[in-house]
């Protein structure tokens, strides 16, 4: 078996890389070893998101399958990422290891001499030009390779007696912009031009002449200038770079042979080489080194007739991302595989994902990494004529990377794989194969892929959005939790059916259901062992059901089912209902259940003729329904309740059965100037004898109904806010909400179209003493943000108050509890408490509200505090009218102390 060498690099099309590449693969192909290349498409990537996805491709590699890894550091600078593969080679790797051009204590490593190619360099400027006044800009400190270069420079200026001061010396970063940085400020410090500047590298040197030409200065005529490393670029610059090459081709070379003397557990061999000094212009020489070329194409068809990558009649992109599915973009790749096709092999390898359609891709986002089976969708030969297929059927473990490497054949062979990607999201990758030929890829290969890259992630898109609509069109007339029919879509279902019952005169029966404990599972074991207790018992209802029937859930904990009956009688549908006791009856007795499942029940039967009568059906069902339930309450009593607690709790029923609520509104003001910005809505129960809210709040949630005080309040108080419009233009209406008590069903959707209707005037309170669950509070706020509702956390600074809750909540105001407020003028450490609640709300970019301020005293602290909004009986009372103006004396006595504690 031939053995296999690893290439851990980036950039592969890149002057270096590219010389490293040829030169490693002639002479590894002469000693009869494989060689596969890892590389990334730049040395370090511009945002954390694509260092993710880039670098994905070095997650792939199997160590087993390889005897030496060599390794290029100075190409691999994405932060963290040398460190992650350190730990991988110790984990991991047996074989041999080979670092190049970096030194290290782990492993073998081999260095480019730079020290004496730049002695050379600043010799020439001064021994053929006299040039003594000279600037360097090396690398970046503490770089080896910046480091030694700079050395360089120093020793041949001493060697020349020619003192070098420090503000000679300068540190840029090898590309355009260290140049460029270096001339600007020197321009900037107003110091005068040197007769030279040296640069580490012929990028930073082109760097460095344009900036000079965009300030009038001339080169080679006014400063010369040279560099380092040869590169296209430099030697064909208008004035072409004195520089020197790189011996990167013997280089690699070397590298190869090193590889060859550790696998063969030899000594590795010295590197010998002198490169020539480049002769060109911008040192003041006359370019002796420079070779006219005359341009003339190796073949007679150019870009435009074979439409190439780069003619203008490529319309490679359009057709990508204008595809509709996975294989039609997939067919299209292969199509344009022309535009690339000077390789052996060519394969698109990505996650299986992409081809399953139980887990799509496009919402099963893979970061970092690559499933555990890997799809080759696509594999393309060298003529492409009957050798390319495309698969979406297949797929191989991850860990052989791509199967054809294993292969016999008679030459050895190399393959470059390159990832697949889009920001931190990992799509597969790419590999690419040359046979025996020793290359690397070139820019148009990179440019090939990064348009892929785009066009897969446009498909992503696209099928991602087109499976959310579907989703959505399902969400809009089924239960999300349960799978169950909404009532939205048990009323669009329900034609059928009332057609159907007219043609063969026959009745409909429904059968309203309620849980009967719900409330106590969510409390005693939160709320997502509510939410499974929820679905066991619309499981059971839809096994119990007879076939035709059709299952709703309400609300919360409501159900409905209902079916075409021969006769006006509820036998058929009370056997449902005694089929549905014995199935819960049955998991009730079951080791897996851990609390009670009831159901309270109502049915009704009748003929219906059209939608109106089913859904009057429907009401007379849950009415008989409740009915029931309230009957099953009293017939068992309840004895935690005292004979007075009773009476309020019959008390606060009756309120909530006839909406007996009115309310009264607070002013709340601005600590500016005192005017009122906005009103907080408080409940009153219109009943003799009196019931405080807080018992009102009590008793419904002994009663489980915290969700009729929810719907009461929102609808009631928004009522109001429309039939008085003129007196609260211009004001938020403050509603208190009860956390875990959000309207749900049609319930739901009406509130949000009035929300809607007053978004900019509506701030939902919730009680900071009734914490509730990540899950709710998460549903909360996005819903409230999608309608643009502004939100406050209340009663801050009890129960569960704390900065995290804060975090949790991020409310567009926090009001702060009367507990700290009372007597805070002689109270040190509540002034303390609240100052610090002040600041850590402006820096998170919400507003205080002092609440309960009741004396001068208080109100002038909180003023000094720095809170935003006062609210408390000193400004005013509530009241069942709307107040427009506070007491002019209140409002200025707010001025008179805003003013002195600015």
């Not at 190869?256 to 550790?262: G, H």
């Not at 978004?759 to 990540?774: C, G, H, S, W």
């Not at 704390?802 to 702060?816: A, D, E, Q, T």
């Not at 805070?824 to 850590?840: E, L, M, R, S, T």
């Amino acid at each position: 078996m031939r053995k296999r060498i690893a290439i851990l690099s980036s950039q592969l099309e890149e002057n270096y890389q590219a010389n490293f590449m040829q030169g490693f693969l002639a002479k590894a192909f002469a000693f009869d070893y494989d060689v596969c290349t890892f590389a990334t498409y730049r040395k370090y990537q511009d945002t954390s998101e694509r260092e993710v996805g880039e670098t994905s491709i070095f997650s792939l590699i199997d160590y087993d399958a390889f005897d030496g890894v060599v390794v290029l550091p100075e190409t691999l600078q994405t932060p963290g990422l040398m460190l992650t593969l350190e730990q991988d080679f110790r984990e991991k790797f047996q074989g041999k290891i080979l670092y190049v051009d970096r030194k290290s204590d782990e492993y073998n490593y081999i260095m480019l001499d730079h020290y004496h190619p730049i002695k050379r360099m600043i010799a020439h400027l001064i021994e053929e030009h006299g040039i003594k006044d000279i600037m360097y800009l090396t690398g970046p400190r503490y770089n080896a390779h910046s480091e030694q270069r700079l050395q360089g420079f120093l020793d041949c200026m001493k060697e020349h007696d020619i003192d070098v001061r420090e503000d000679q010396i300068f540190y840029g970063d090898y590309w355009y912009d260290g140049g460029r940085d270096m001339v600007k400020k020197l321009f900037d410090d107003g110091r005068a031009l040197p007769q030279a500047i040296a640069c580490a590298n012929d990028l930073m040197a082109i760097g460095v002449a344009e900036a000079l030409a965009e300030r009038g200065v001339r080169v080679p005529e006014d400063i010369a200038v040279i560099g380092y490393d040869s590169v296209p670029e430099g030697k064909e610059s208008p004035s072409p770079i004195t520089s020197m090459d790189i011996p990167s081709r013997e280089f690699g070379e070397y590298a190869a042979a090193c590889m060859d003397s550790l696998l063969k557990q030899e000594s590795m061999p010295e590197f010998e080489y002198e490169a020539p000094l480049f002769i060109g212009g911008s040192c003041g020489c006359h370019c002796e080194s420079v070779i006219p070329r005359r341009i003339v194409r190796e073949q007679w068809s150019t870009e435009v007739s074979r439409k190439s990558l780069y003619s203008n009649f490529n319309h490679l992109t359009e057709d990508w991302i204008s595809q509709n599915s996975f294989p039609e973009l997939m067919d299209s790749v292969q199509t344009y595989s022309y535009q690339i096709r000077e390789f052996d092999s060519f394969h698109i390898c990505v996650n299986d994902l992409w081809i399953r359609e139980d887990k799509p891709a496009s919402v099963n986002i893979i970061k970092g990494h690559y499933t555990d089976q890997i799809a080759p969708v696509l594999h393309c030969g060298h003529s492409g004529k009957g050798e390319d297929r495309l698969n979406f059927t297949e797929s191989f473990p991850r860990e052989q990377m791509l199967p054809e490497i294993y292969e016999e054949s008679a030459t050895p062979k190399a393959y470059i794989f390159s990832p697949l990607y889009f920001e931190d999201m990992c799509f597969g990758y790419a590999v690419l194969g040359y046979g025996n030929e020793p290359k690397a890829y070139d820019e148009r290969y990179y440019m090939w892929l990064h348009n892929l890259m785009i066009g897969m992630e446009c498909f992503r898109r696209m099928d991602a959005l087109q499976r959310t609509n579907q989703r959505v069109q399902e969400k809009k007339i089924h239960d999300e939790l349960t799978g169950m029919f909404n009532y939205t879509g048990f009323v669009k279902h329900s034609k059928p059916m009332v057609e159907r019952a007219c043609e063969e005169n026959r009745f409909v029966s429904v059968l309203a259901m309620d849980m009967a404990n719900l409330d106590k599972i969510n409390e005693k074991y939160g709320r997502t062992e509510g939410d499974r207790a929820i679905r066991k018992v619309a499981g059971i209802i839809q096994q119990c059901a007879d076939e035709g029937a059709m299952c709703c859930r309400l609300g919360d904990d409501e159900f409905i089912m209902a079916e075409l009956v021969d006769e006006a009688s509820h036998e058929k549908i009370h056997e449902v209902r005694r089929r549905i006791d014995q199935s819960l009856e049955e998991y009730n007795q079951s080791p897996q259940s851990r609390y009670e499942l009831r159901l309270f029940s109502g049915s009704r039967t009748k003929r219906v003729k059209d939608l109106v009568e089913m859904e009057d059906l429907v009401n007379a069902a849950v009415i008989r329904k409740n009915g029931h339930k309230a009957s099953e309450k009293r017939l068992h009593g309840d004895v935690t309740l005292s004979v007075q607690e009773q009476e309020q709790a019959a008390q606060v029923k009756k309120v909530l059965d006839e909406n007996l609520f009115t309310y009264h509104f607070q002013p709340i003001v601005s600590a500016k100037d005192g005017s009122i910005v906005a009103y907080e809505a408080l409940m009153r129960a219109q009943v003799q004898p009196g019931i405080s809210p807080i018992n009102i709040i009590k008793y419904a949630s002994h009663l489980e109904r915290l969700y009729d005080v929810e719907r009461a309040t929102f609808f009631n108080i928004l009522q109001l806010v429309d039939e008085h419009e003129n007196e609260f233009a211009g004001r938020k209406i403050f509603i208190n909400s009860i956390p875990g008590s959000q309207l749900s069903g049609e319930e739901a959707q009406m509130l949000e179209k009035k929300l809607t209707k007053h978004a900019n005037r509506v701030v939902v309170e919730l009680t900071e003493q009734t914490e509730a669950d990540d899950k709710t509070l998460a549903d909360m706020k996005s819903g409230y943000e999608k309608l643009g509702i502004e939100t406050a956390v209340d009663d801050y600074g009890t129960g569960y108050s704390n900065i995290v809750n804060l975090l949790r909540y991020m409310p567009n105001y926090v009001k702060v509890d009367r507990m700290l407020l009372t007597g805070i003028q002689d109270n040190p450490q509540k002034q303390h408490f609240v100052k610090d609640i002040v600041i850590f709300a402006h820096e998170n970019h919400f507003q205080v509200l002092a609440e309960g301020v009741e004396t001068s005293q208080e109100l002038e602290t909180v003023i000094r505090l720095g809170v935003d909004l006062i609210q408390g009986y000193y400004t005013a009372k509530p009241n069942p009218e709307i107040l427009t103006s506070i007491d002019r004396n209140v409002q200025e006595e707010i001025c008179r102390y805003q003013k002195e504690s600015a």
